[in-house]
């Protein structure tokens, strides 16, 4: 059993930054990929980017490449995702999650575990 509890999100101007961070429980936590997803209102839940176990690997959806970067701290248990040049169009509840795998997981129905999610809005 693996608890994700998000943290970090916040209302910022566009161009601003935000950095989300998702603390796990488990003495397992570098077994598992990690992701982070979002939801905006009236649409589905959408990947955005995951790392592996390891840390060695990572893989974003093309919207926030060069401006989103997801790492994690196995001594930690903690995954991060630093958020720059943030736009409007990235407001939602973002979510982490953990997939039992040791690669990267960019499919939603690879991950086994969730957070309760954290809002993120990017004013114009």
């Known amino acids: 059993q693996v608890q994700l509890v998000e943290s970090g999100g916040g209302l910022v101007q566009a161009g601003g930054s935000l950095r989300l961070s998702c603390a796990a429980s488990?003495?397992?936590?570098?077994?598992?990929?990690m992701g982070w997803f979002r939801q905006a209102p009236g649409k589905e839940r959408e990947f955005v980017a995951t790392?592996?176990?390891?840390?060695?690997?990572?893989y974003y959806t093309d919207s926030v490449k060069g401006r989103f970067t997801i790492s994690r701290d196995n001594a930690k248990n903690t995954v991060n995702l630093q958020m720059n040049s943030l736009k409007p169009e990235d407001t939602a509840v973002y979510y982490c999650?953990?997939?039992?795998?040791?690669?990267?997981?960019?499919?939603?129905?690879?991950?086994?575990?969730w957070g309760q999610g954290t809002q993120v809005t990017v004013s114009s």
């Open positions: 488990g003495r397992t936590f570098s077994s598992y990929a």
């Open positions: 790392i592996s176990g390891s840390g060695a690997r990572t």
């Open positions: 999650a953990a997939a039992n795998t040791y690669y990267t997981a960019s499919a939603f129905s690879m991950y086994d575990y």
